[in-house]
T-cell receptor
Framework: DQQVKQNSPSLSVQEGRISILNCDYT??????FLWYKKYPAEGPTFLIS?????DKNEDGRFTVFLNKSAKHLSLHIVPSQPGDSAVYFC?????????????FGTGTRLTIIP | ETGVTQTPRHLVMGMTNKKSLKCEQH?????MYWYKQSAKKPLELMFV???????ENNSVPSRFSPECPNSSHLFLHLHTLQPEDSALYLC???????????FGSGTRLTVV
């Protein structure tokens, strides 16, 4: 049972345009969500996070939106740059016992076309 | 060295071999994790150690045996693996479960 789903395995976006990566979750106990970025031959690195008490968090070119009622979050990157080409993992956790560890999605490979 | 370091970066082993993966963190974190990343699958949590005690074992086959001798080091001992165990094995650490995880670069394991 996959509790965090990233239904798009890959996405290609023109440089300078907006990249939108989507993530859905099924566990209503999740209250904290993170995005990680992974380059080939490297481990995932933390990018941005959002708590369930918010619906938006922004950090430079990166914005995460959370829709709790739809159990959906998205990562917006604008403007997209060639260095953004990587695999992006969505992750979630809860505060209650049994849900404290991060649960990850399958990842979306983003390719920025120069 | 800073962050989380994993060795070796690549490992090819036969099904009858015994090998170990090593992870070392230099961040003063108190929790360490082993994850498995297979193609088209989510990162799968295998083991969690908190303050050097194993607190989680997610139904991992006994051919994978973790060891945490101190808060900075984590090992994954491998024996009689199967070809389907070929994957990227990632180590991570955090300061408590609620902190974001810092990952190592992983060990790419191929079982032949």
């Amino acid at each position: 049972d996959q509790q965090v789903k990233q239904n798009s395995p890959s996405l290609s976006v023109q440089e300078g345009r907006i990249s939108i990566l989507n993530c859905d979750y099924t566990n209503s106990m999740f209250d904290y969500f993170l995005w990680y970025k992974k380059y080939p031959a490297e481990g995932p690195t933390f990018l941005i996070s959002i708590s369930s008490i918010k619906d938006k968090n922004e950090d430079g070119r990166f914005t995460v939106f959370l829709n709790k009622s739809a159990k959906h979050l998205s990562l917006h990157i604008v403007p997209s740059q060639p260095g953004d080409s990587a695999v992006y993992f969505c992750a979630a956790r809860g505060s209650n016992f049994g849900n404290e560890k991060l649960t990850f999605g399958t990842g979306t490979r983003l390719t920025i076309i120069p | 060295e800073t962050g989380v370091t994993q060795t070796p970066r690549h490992l090819v082993m036969g099904m009858t071999n015994k090998k170990s993966l090593k992870c070392e963190q230099h961040l003063g974190h108190n929790a360490m994790y082993w994850y498995k990343q297979s193609a088209k699958k989510p990162l799968e949590l295998m083991f969690v150690y908190s303050l050097e005690e194993r607190v989680e074992n997610n139904s991992v086959p006994s051919r994978f045996s973790p060891e945490c001798p101190n808060s900075s080091h984590l090992f994954l001992h491998l024996h009689t693996l199967q070809p389907e165990d070929s994957a990227l094995y990632l180590c991570a650490s955090s300061q408590g479960y609620r902190d974001s995880y810092t990952f190592g670069s992983g060990t790419r394991l191929t079982v032949v």
